[in-house]
């Protein structure tokens, strides 16, 4: 049935006769049988001579067209390469099972010495990802396992002008990593406000799913501050889990890119995915801009991460802990259960059996809603911590300490002879990864380590059997090692990859004749 030139009137809410006010909504059909625009008038029934007086107040537009056009140009397509290398037999680009019998004694042929810098393959593309630029002169956010491992990135922005791509830091423990192009007057996604983000909200994911560049598409937030943990279609390790979940379509090549809301403002770095198969399943999961924010600050300004930490474990407050406990004043919070040696959280007067409830006085009903609001702060920042003890709140100037318990800030090691960068591995990949100490080898470029084989992201725990916390400890035995006497000048760099996979190499230091 065509409406053309008739308006119908609905009933919002009930009408209760002789009621001063009255909302009802118009339909307006135009021509067809479909509602096309749909207006919420108020009605008051208190007017004189029974005319109505109207006001009108339309329903908030859910055109996505503005945002998209003003994000698009702003996400930009990151391919990496990588030269494909044997890990398993001997002589192969330097990786060995047997530790190097025939570096030192020679192999059954006679050679007193064997040749490791062999000719390697043409660097491959391994993976495809996305990129969200944050400044107008060429740096650009990322996910870390999308720069993981690569030997060269390479960057097209979507007008398709392409570029390499360098590597300015990574985070494992936030899976966030911030690159850099050499290019100006780049077009920005202005970082919005994601504590300001409602459930319900539309938001808008861009990215490039499975090559195809430049795609956008919509939904809305379906949760904030979710821990995701082993659900989601990933072999990574996780750290710091405070995620935006939507139902916005997102599939591999959509890591790295961008979640925007209708302002067009950048709310969170799109990066997993609920999926048994791989591809899309119904939910998807971005890093807050709150995180983001901080972490590309560091990466920019330091090399890495300044973490700060409570010193304190943690548990999400349950029925059963606190029924246990006999926690009757709050039901969500976070259960302090240990508090650690000379860390924040003990020289501010918390103990165990507390339920933290606020920071800053934004609440912490989880575990993932503290660490996001942690994650903001560096060392030597003071927070205010809300707490409930004996069932009763207090409240605490807390003092933010690294985990060495200072409030120094770490840098990446500027040392760079070996053709890489190294930074100190975090505690949380160290107990992870089941080892005590290590450096991590990062920004690998042409040098000793890359004729040698090794790859961005091997974690060293000991050179030449001295074990190695450190870039500083790097560097020592390097140069001692280049002070030593004799022709032949080694490293050999033991130490295991971020999925666990162990390594030995020999890094031939004689400098080329």
């Known amino acids: 049935m065509k409406l053309s030139g008739k308006i119908i009137l609905l009933a919002t809410g009930s009408a209760v006769l002789g009621s001063a006010v009255t909302t009802v909504a118009m339909k307006h059909a135009l021509l067809s049988d479909n509602v096309v625009d749909v207006t919420t008038y108020t009605v008051d029934n208190s007017a004189s001579n029974g005319l109505f007086k109207v006001s009108q107040t339309p329903v908030q537009s859910t055109d996505f067209t503005e945002a998209a056009e003003s994000t698009i140009n702003g996400v930009v397509s990151i391919k990496s390469y990588a030269t494909p290398r044997g890990y398993s037999q001997g002589g192969n680009g330097g990786f060995f099972n047997d530790p190097f019998f025939e570096y030192f004694f020679g192999s059954p042929n006679g050679n007193q010495r064997r040749q490791y810098q062999q000719q390697q393959p043409k660097q491959q593309q391994m993976g495809l990802g996305s990129g969200v630029i944050i400044s107008a002169d060429g740096y650009i956010v990322t996910n870390n396992h999308v720069i993981d491992d690569a030997e060269r990135l390479e960057v097209t922005l979507n007008d398709n002008r392409t570029f390499d791509a360098t590597v300015i830091g990574s985070d494992s423990m936030t899976d966030l990593a911030l690159i850099k192009i050499d290019a100006k007057d780049l077009p920005v996604i202005p970082m919005g406000d994601s504590d300001a983000l409602k459930v319900g909200e539309w938001v808008l994911a861009v990215g490039n799913p499975f090559g195809f560049t430049s795609t956008v598409t919509t939904g809305i937030v379906s949760a904030k501050a979710r821990s995701i943990g082993s659900a989601t279609h990933s072999s990574r390790p996780m750290g710091i889990e405070s995620y935006i979940q939507t139902d916005a379509a997102v599939n591999p090549g959509n890591s790295g890119g961008a979640l925007v809301n209708l302002s067009g403002e950048l709310i ?74 000379r860390s924040s959280a003990k020289e501010a007067g918390i103990v165990e059996g507390d339920v933290i409830v606020k920071i800053n006085d934004v609440a912490t009903d989880n575990v993932a809603q503290l660490q996001e609001q942690v994650s903001k702060y560096r060392p030597g920042d003071k927070i205010k911590v809300s707490y409930i003890r004996d069932n009763k709140p207090y409240s605490v100037e807390v003092k933010l300490l690294n985990q060495q318990g200072t409030t120094n800030m770490t840098k990446a090691s500027d040392f760079t ?85 162990r390594g030995i190499y020999a890094v031939d230091l004689t400098p080329a004749e």
């Open 268 to 341: 969170g770095i799109n990066t997993a995915i609920y999926s048994q198969t791989g591809n899309y399943a119904g939910y998807s999961f971005a890093i807050p801009t709150s995180i983001v924010k901080k972490v590309a600050s560091d990466l920019r300004q330091f090399g890495t991460v300044q973490r700060a930490v409570l010193g304190i474990g943690i548990s999400d407050l349950s029925n059963e802990i606190a029924k246990d406990k006999g926690i009757t004043a709050v039901t969500k919070g976070v259960y302090v259960g240990s508090v650690s040696d």
């Open 417 to 501: 002879d070996l053709g890489c960068a190294f930074k100190k591995v975090d505690e949380a990949t160290l107990k992870q990864l089941g080892i005590s100490n290590g450096v991590k080898i990062v920004d690998v470029r042409d040098g000793h380590f890359r004729d040698a084989g090794v790859r961005e992201g091997f974690i060293i725990y000991s050179i030449n059997d001295t074990r190695v916390s450190s870039p500083e400890d790097v560097e020592k035995i390097y140069k001692a090692i280049m002070k030593g006497n004799g022709d032949e000048k080694v490293m050999i760099i033991r130490g295991l990859y971020p999925t666990g996979k």
